[in-house]
């Protein structure tokens, strides 16, 4: 019997086909296997390796190793090998297995992984050839083809030129594999030193084998914010901008302090340590056009940058610094300094950011971190704007649906009262869709979160909570940029913060007990751009006595100048103070008479303050307020109750008197002729308003308005008198400038003198005389 002719039909073809891509994906995969991946950590006994860098590895082996790759790591450091090899097996001693695996398997793993696991020196150039030829000496034996190298760079960035040097001449792998170096913080301290490291790096490595960690970025909850927006874009397509959201607080609260870390924090501070890399980072994906492709690396640093290119130029006034009380004596325990040592370093800061695009034209975003805080918690929370009103009483509102209560979204970074990462979204918002390595979460009975109960949000936490590191060890191994920050993006953020820090150098922090006992003390307040602390802080606190002061020892110093309490401050708080206390006499002083008499001086120094008291003051009761003039140098004027200097065509001229037509508008519209309040300032030669030590005139006797003549031009003047000044209910005198040092050491030594300095002439009869001194003025 003939056998039947075989005739290939299509069906057949398409069998054949799908039969061949099976048994070439098979050969592919079975050639996966044969790909090697060694790990180099570079500080491999070091502390961040010990608490997460070992243990990130593992999971990472843990991982991959099932899924065709193998590997081997190489612990590394200066320490010689006996000695290292020692460190390194306590390293590994508490690395431990996810909660679902048995032990019995943990342990067989743990023994897998250990023999992979070996510790050596890397300290000179042969160091590393060494290192170069055991890999390929390793490939070779066993027949695997290299995939790639990491080197993590767990070391001080002073190391890093060295190690890039090695590492690019005799440690590159071959053709056809890469080579991934994992940089740690600090990248720089400022603008023009991250510039230099980046220009010293990038010639020894390409950008995309660059890996900078900000180890934010891997933890779960900020890796989920733009995939959150992503797969809620209809949701959050329309509220996601400027009409609708309130504002935007990013926050890293801590309750440690920089004990033991003093060398490193004295140099940087929060601002450099948190807000411009951390908070930045989870700013910049909440603020981002979200790309079409979220998972396409290059889309996401793109728009990333966009985001700095819109970022309004921060200014002294866009943040408050603290420091926590007891931070100066560490610095100086720890560095040796001596007893007379005070630091500047911020511990706490507060910033106010905007985004000038118009998406988020006049959002505040805040981003706040400190040290030794009363709790520790990270979040970041979009408020909702909320114009609802709702008429039924509050008992019939319910979660899901009433308009009236809170709607927020918050990605719960960690810790706090909940104690996990969390994505929080107030049931009146929508509800929300997450991938399926979140789940919904319970919290604790009764718990109540940014002013609701934890039930008025749907509220989400991973599966399986995983260690940043652990996540950005994966994020490495797979190649995926977009959780790294790149150069340009590092500049970028650099060139946001050098500013404010340069701004700052100076700026002494408002110093804070520590914990519960900070009370209100860093409560903050923000308007018209600017951010400032909501309590004044009229006292400083100075530790008592004992070397180690405890919160409770502060004490409260009261300062003094001339006998009279005395305001001292660096210049921008010290305008804002006198600015709020011009501000509540004037208040008070309608309250009780319905007018406010305020008697100005001019001059340079309260220039600031006028600036301040007409842009910032909106409680200020301008429409109950008389302005009047201190004194007034004789030119032509356009003012309110400009004094009368220019009569007749003619300048000051004694018969047209002018002097004497002021006093009496004065003695008209103010009771008594007593002014509420007077500001004036202090002449580096003494004098106050137009009153001169040469020039007798206007320092007693019955005139309250006086023509003077000044040692500098313009030479004639209008003045208050010395008597009608001490008639006001209160007197403050601004001095500000290191050009006034002198004066203020004198006329603090002198008594009642007028006629050589004619400022010690000013004692307001009601006793109430202040002086607002700067410190460049004041700490002569
Ligand atoms: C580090 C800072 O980058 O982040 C530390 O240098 C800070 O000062 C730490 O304590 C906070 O990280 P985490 O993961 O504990 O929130």
New binding site residues.
Partial sequence: MLAEPFYWHPGMWKMLIVVMCVALLGCLQAQELQEHVSIILLGATGDLAKKYLWQGLFQLYLDEVGRGHSFSFHGAALTAPKQGQELMAKALESLSCPKDMAPSHCAEEKDQFLQLSRYRQLKTAEDYQALNKDIEAQLQHAGLREAGRIFYFSVPPFAYADIARNINSSCRPGPGAWLRVVLE?PFGHDHFSAQQLATELGSFFQEEEMYRV???LG?QAVAQILPFRDQNRKALDSLWNRHHVERVEII?K?T?D?EG?TS??EE?G?IR??LQ??LTEVLTLVAMELPLNVSSAEAVLRHKLQVFQALRGLQRGSAVVGQYQSYSEQVRRELQKPDSFHSLTPTFAAVLVHIDNLRWEGVPFILMSG?ALDE?V?YARILFKNQACCVQSEKHWAAAQSQCLPRQLIFH???GDLGSPAVLVSRNLFRPSLPSSWKEMEGPPGLRLFGSPLSDYYAYSPVQERD?HSVLLSHIFHGRKDSFITTENLLASWGFWTPLLESLAHKAPRLYPGGAENGRLLDFEFSSGRLFFSQQQPEQLVPGPGPAPMPSDFQVLRAKYRESPLVSAWSEELISKLANDIEATAVRAVRRFGQFHLALSGGSSPVALFQQLATAHYGFPWAHTHLWLVDERCVPYYNIHPMPVHLQQRLCAEEDQGAQIYAREISALVANSSFDLVLLGMGADGHTASLFPQSPTGLDGEQLVVLTTSPSQPHRRMSLSLPLINRAKKVAVLVMGRMKREITALVSRVGYEPKKWPISGVLPHSGQLVWYMDYDAFLA
């Fill in positions: 913080k900000d180890h934010y933890k890293m801590e440690v920089a870390r490193f924090y940087y929060v340590d948190v890399n951390h040290k520790r990270g970074i960690g810790h940043a």
